[in-house]
């Protein structure tokens, strides 16, 4: 019996102006996985902390186990996994927690296995993870989540994604209200169609970020994070956003956008301490209107998942997980 224990970050995906095809990772925080190989050609779920109750331990219905099983069968292996799950993050915060799940899980498995799919290779079945999570099969939280760093997806079909160089002094600052919106309500309010002008701004705008961020050139990274074609309808599902957002970039922050579906909200600044000031600036702007949020500040994650442990069969005992086998 073998047991790994991997953690995958969170992910700000959509960076502005890129809904659904750029997003980068952050080391903090992220979802832990136990996983363990037993005998029973099954794959369990045996014991989820941190999702209060929310989260099905049916693996046929939880991202973490579906991910595994249609690994799994792909390669060819009848494989008896458990997985252990503890949730780092909020549920519905905009932070990626599906995507953190189903990446660490399928790292987990592919290093438990002796690795025989390349990081590339997992992200389709992270992909499906995000379709059962939300009932789109977007790739802009599970690519940087996988990969680390910036992420573009330039294509889905044929899926092609390209890791962004980025600026190593690049902070982000994320501030999740403790309000829940689910990603597939904030899809299904989105306009079917739009406006070739704001198309036309929209693209200036992720050419202009990838450039910058290429370039290593900060104002045009400032220039560039703005984004006329979602912000403005999903903004309305965050109180106070524009107040958030306008003390974010009076604090010193380069851009301040809806981190992924919201209510998270991210801003970009370059160095720690003007991360800090803007994480107080939003902070109180939400507290003004009685609302309560968790903060991040966070480099970006360079590294994707990585292993904590490796067969280290006391973990289980010293952390409280259960010790599980066939
Ligand atoms: N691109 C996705 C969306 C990210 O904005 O719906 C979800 O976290």
Redesign the pocket.
């Known amino acids: 019996m073998k047991q790994i224990r991997v953690f995958a970050p969170a992910t700000v995906?959509?960076v502005a102006c890129g809904?659904?095809v750029l997003g980068f990772a952050l080391n903090e925080p992220g979802d832990e996985v136990i996983m363990q190989t037993n005998d029973s050609e099954e794959v369990t779920i045996s014991k989820i902390i941190g999702d209060d109750g929310k989260l099905p331990l049916n693996a046929n219905k939880n991202t973490a186990g579906v991910v595994v099983k249609q690994y799994l069968e792909h390669i060819g292996s009848k494989q008896g996994i458990d997985i252990q799950l503890q949730k780092r993050m909020p549920l519905g915060s905009?932070l990626?927690s599906s995507a953190a799940s189903a990446v660490a899980s399928l790292f987990a498995v592919n290093e438990l296995l002796g690795s025989p799919l390349t990081r590339q290779e997992l992200l389709p079945f992270a992909m499906e993870g995000e379709r059962i999570a939300?009932g789109?099969a977007?790739a802009?939280?599970v690519a940087p989540a996988l990969l680390g760093g910036f992420v573009l997806v330039r294509s889905y079909a044929p899926l092609d994604v390209v890791s962004i160089p980025f600026p190593k002094d690049l902070v982000a600052t994320v501030v999740h209200p403790q309000i829940e919106i689910r990603?597939e309500d904030?899809?299904s309010i989105l306009k079917k169609s739009i406006l070739l002008k704001d198309a036309i701004q929209q693209w200036g705008n992720i050419g202009g970020l990838i450039a910058g961020l290429i370039q290593e050139d900060y104002a045009l990274i400032k220039r560039s994070l703005q984004d006329v074609i979602?912000e403005p309808v999903r903004s309305l599902l965050i109180p106070s956003f524009d107040k958030v957002k306008k003390a974010a970039l009076d604090s010193g922050a380069l851009g301040c956008s809806i981190s992924?579906?919201g209510p998270s909200i991210f801003a970009l600044s370059t160095s720690l301490a003007t991360a800090g000031e803007i994480a107080s600036a939003m902070r109180k702007e939400l507290k003004m209107i009685g609302i309560d949020c968790d903060v991040y500040i966070s480099p970006i994650n360079k590294v994707g998942p990585r292993v904590i442990s490796n067969n280290e069969s006391s973990f289980a005992a010293r952390s409280g997980y259960a010790t599980t086998s066939a």
């Open positions: 995906a959509n809904f659904d905009g990626g939300c789109a977007h802009d939280n990603t904030a899809r979602i992924g579906s």
